[in-house]
């Protein structure tokens, strides 16, 4: 709620900012959780970093629901997605003004790590389409 009130958010459309600083607990989390919807989620390295990758209408605000992709203590309602191609852009937290320039975000070391056997027993290199496995659950991490 800090950040939806803070930035004065209201109905209305925003552009969409990927962080430039994805962590690899976060990204092994909604991993776990999109393939549990049947999403297949890109590899880390296809997904551009540090740079506005869309546009959403911001539709109402939240504070609860029984959603279970709702967590916190406020959230967007969202309507009529459209991606962009990724236009470089730093990033803040919260709500932002924002003007282009910089450059895409480099891969993170355990980037290139990802889905090698030694993560939670990933398929091998027989099968290097198949999707990542996870033993448990990972931990949500915020």
Same mark, same amino acid.
């Given at each position: ?67 279970? =992709?709702?967590?916190?203590? !406020?959230?967007?309602?969202?309507? &009529?997605?459209? #991606?962009?191609? +990724? @236009?470089?852009c730093p990033g803040a937290l919260g709500y932002f003004e924002w003007t282009a320039g ?11 790590? =990802?889905?090698?056997?030694? !993560?939670?027993?990933?398929?091998? &290199?027989?099968? #290097?389409?198949? +999707? @990542? ?10």
């Amino acid at each position: 709620m800090g950040s939806i009130r803070a930035g004065r958010m209201g109905p209305g459309r925003i552009a969409l900012h990927a962080s430039a600083g994805l962590k690899e607990d976060e990204f092994r989390y909604l991993h776990w959780r999109l393939n549990k919807h049947g999403v297949r989620c890109p590899h880390p390295l296809d997904l551009p970093r540090g740079c506005i990758i869309g546009s959403v209408t911001v539709t109402g605000i939240i504070t609860d629901s029984s959603s279970e =992709w709702f967590g916190g203590v !406020a959230g967007l309602t969202l309507s &009529d997605p459209e #991606p962009c191609e +990724p @236009i470089p852009c730093p990033g803040a937290l919260g709500y932002f003004e924002w003007t282009a320039g910089g450059r895409i975000a480099p891969p993170a070391k355990w980037m290139t790590r =990802w889905g090698t056997p030694s !993560a939670d027993k990933a398929a091998n &290199d027989l099968f #290097p389409d198949a +999707p @990542i496995l996870f033993e448990k659950r990972p931990r949500k991490p915020w």
